[in-house]
């Protein structure tokens, strides 16, 4: 079991900038993926970004509105995730969520308990 603990939320105005973080522990996620979701009132759960580990060291994902503006990072020891998120727009409001797919014979994904990102106009 992974438990995940989130911060950093907030408001903010459009055209800020906001921090998420996301730590995680109950086991070693040093070579596990670890990376964001959000989901809006109303709307389903997005994909935002994932770092990957790789035998060269962690690379990132991003859904094609986060490439430029968003940055998703990991700690040396792989156990917490950070999701830097520039130039916010109001559609972007939203709980932002961490998540761990657990390898397995049976992948299991474990979530944080979300952030609320609100970005007034």
């Known amino acids: 079991q992974v438990q995940m603990v989130e911060s950093g939320g907030g408001v903010v105005q459009a055209g800020g900038s906001l921090r998420l973080s996301c730590v995680a522990s109950g086991r070693t996620l040093v070579n596990v993926d670890m990376g964001w979701y959000r989901q809006a009132p109303g709307k389903e759960r997005e994909f935002v970004a994932m770092?990957?580990?790789?035998?060269?060291?962690?690379?990132?994902d991003y859904d094609d509105f986060a490439k430029d503006r968003f940055t998703n990072s990991r700690d040396n020891a792989g156990n917490a995730t950070y999701l830097e998120m520039n130039s916010l727009e109001p559609g972007e409001t939203a709980n932002y969520y961490c998540?761990?797919?657990?390898?397995?014979?049976?992948?299991?994904?474990?979530w944080g308990q979300g952030n609320q990102v609100t970005v007034s106009s």
């Open positions: 998540n761990v797919p657990l390898p397995g014979p049976v992948p299991v994904d474990s």
């Open positions: 770092t990957r580990w790789t035998w060269r060291g962690y690379t990132s």
